[in-house]
DNA sequence: ATGTCC
């Protein structure tokens, strides 16, 4: 039997796959034309993933596609283990949405929009490369500072010390993640250890790339919010989110640029190295399936590293949207912004699972918490449920969502985009530059690229509405309101040749 | 995703 035909559809929205008498199947999100886009690749890793050592419970979102050991777009839980490959290689890669007050009319002039591109771009640097590219009015942080937010996240002082409004860190799904004896020292001192072992070459230029994009799949975009109806159910959410319907947000998708890339390579190579060295069988076969038993030096050192890249994440992006805010009021004056919520789709969280406390890998997933969840109970969502917010593509939306109750079923997770339908190399082979450069300008959507990234047009992207579908028929989720672009910014060079 | 080839 191949790899998909061991998909068993049991409704229209899930389906499961069986993966031993003895263990809960997979969960499958997606109606039948979503469950089609699953390659054999990608079941093969979610089997992989179900079958490992100490996994309860495997989700496969219908944005999943191949990822690096495990699938992205896909939950794994675990109360005694610890795995890197299932939180991935950029270490908290999430989204965040900044509310500005200023009607969707104040932007439909292009000249307007083109000014608003300069200033952020003036900001906030993308592309990969060493530290961060030279930005006219960007924000240097010095080695004490970067080593105070790697360890402390987006704390009152980093915040008061960054320009944050210290206000926004309640809007963070974590604001700061501590080592794995719940503690910030151990962190400090975990860093201290990673530098003294020449872990970190060329520290500080990493720090400076704090306030920056990167590239690939990380944009910003700016954005006309549209409530999905008047239902009180929804102006109740959009209320409590601080969600203004025909007025201008701006949506931020990035993570832990080179630092958490560096942390994360490290922890697979040396959990590579000792699973070789012990002759430990690897789930699947795959390397990059290693892991490490919950309090053991190893977990602890890897929670510690993935808490460190988290943090520097966190601080990123919160750095960004103040940017950006900066930005707004330089081309509108007197214009304000707050944020919305900032949420990640690449993390391992402890949550409580069927009565008990088990790490929660998301990766290329979104945690989906409804009103009354216990976690919430604390913050200004404990009603309504927390956003999720989902980067569709710039031409379908992007959408806006809360949990519903049955998001149980998915461990408290939904997708986190469209997800991948067309390699990269496939989309630069097929996919005409001029077509596609056409088709923003038709949106009457701008973006700072001459030439955008073909690997990155819509089209490499699955079908947003038939994962919005999927979201929905499975009952996990609803939108309240979805995200119209009005400018992309994103790292353009590779089209440029 | 990534100092995308030190």
């Known amino acids: 039997m191949s790899a998909s035909e061991a998909i068993i559809a049991t409704g229209e929205a899930t389906g499961i796959l069986p993966t031993g008498a003895s263990r809960t199947p997979i969960t499958v999100i997606g109606t039948q034309a979503i469950r089609e886009t699953f390659d054999d690749l990608c079941i093969q890793q979610a089997i992989n993933s179900r079958n490992a050592p100490g996994v309860t419970q495997v989700v496969l979102n219908p944005d999943a596609h191949c990822g690096y050991g495990a699938p992205i777009g896909c939950v794994m839980v675990s109360p005694s283990h610890i795995y890197p490959g299932p939180v991935g290689v950029d270490i908290k890669c999430s989204m965040s949405l900044l509310q500005l007050d200023i009607p969707a009319e104040e932007i439909e002039d292009r000249r307007v929009r083109r000014a608003l591109i300069d200033a952020i771009c003036e900001r906030t640097p993308t592309g990969a490369g060493r530290g961060a590219r030279h930005v006219a009015k960007g924000r240097v942080v010095d080695e004490r500072l970067g080593v105070e937010a790697l360890v402390s996240g987006a704390s009152l002082s980093v915040c008061q010390q960054m320009g944050i409004p210290p206000e926004w860190a309640e809007r963070c799904e974590d604001s700061a993640h501590l080592a794995h004896d719940h503690t910030a020292d151990s962190l400090a001192m975990r860093l201290e250890e990673l530098r003294f072992r020449n872990a970190f070459p060329n520290f500080c230029q990493k720090i400076h790339q704090l306030g920056s994009y990167g590239g690939g799949n990380h944009f910003g975009e700016c954005e006309v919010v549209e409530l999905r109806d008047r239902e009180p159910d929804t102006l109740q959410a959009a ?57 053991s030096p190893e977990a602890d050192a890897y929670i510690d590293d993935m808490s460190l890249g988290a943090n520097f994440a966190t601080v990123n992006h919160l750095m960004i949207n103040a940017l950006v805010l900066e930005a707004f009021q330089e081309v509108l004056p007197g214009c304000t912004g707050s944020l919305v919520y900032f949420i990640s789709h690449n993390i391992a969280r402890k949550e409580i699972v069927d009565h008990r406390p088990a790490w929660v890998h998301r990766k ?37 969502m809360v949990a519903t109750q049955g998001a149980e079923k998915s461990c408290y997770s939904v997708n986190h985009g469209a997800g991948r339908r067309l390699g990269r190399k496939r989309a630069i082979r097929e996919l005409d530059q001029k077509a596609v450069d056409q088709s923003f300008d038709a949106a009457d959507i701008l973006t700072n690229c001459r030439q955008y990234p073909r690997d990155e047009a819509p089209a490499t992207y699955k079908d947003f509405e038939e994962v919005l579908r999927s979201v929905e028929k499975a009952d996990l989720a609803r939108e309240v309101a979805r995200l119209r672009a009005k400018f992309v910014i994103k790292d353009g060079s590779a089209a440029d040749d």
Not at 242 to 268: E, N, P, T, Y
Not at 377 to 399: M, V, W
């Open 239 to 295: 209320n409590a989110f601080g969600l203004r319907d025909g007025h201008v947000a701006f949506l931020s998708h990035c993570g832990s640029r080179g630092i958490g890339h560096q942390l994360a390579m490290g922890q697979f190579r040396e959990l590579q190295c000792k699973f070789a060295e012990w002759g430990i069988p690897l789930p699947g076969g795959d390397r990059e399936l290693v892991y490490a038993p919950l309090g």
């Open 364 to 400: 290329g997933a979104t945690r989906a918490f409804p009103a009354g969840h216990h976690a919430l109970a604390d913050t200004p969502f404990a009603e309504t449920g927390h956003p999720i917010l989902l980067p569709g593509n710039p031409q379908a939306g992007s959408s806006v």
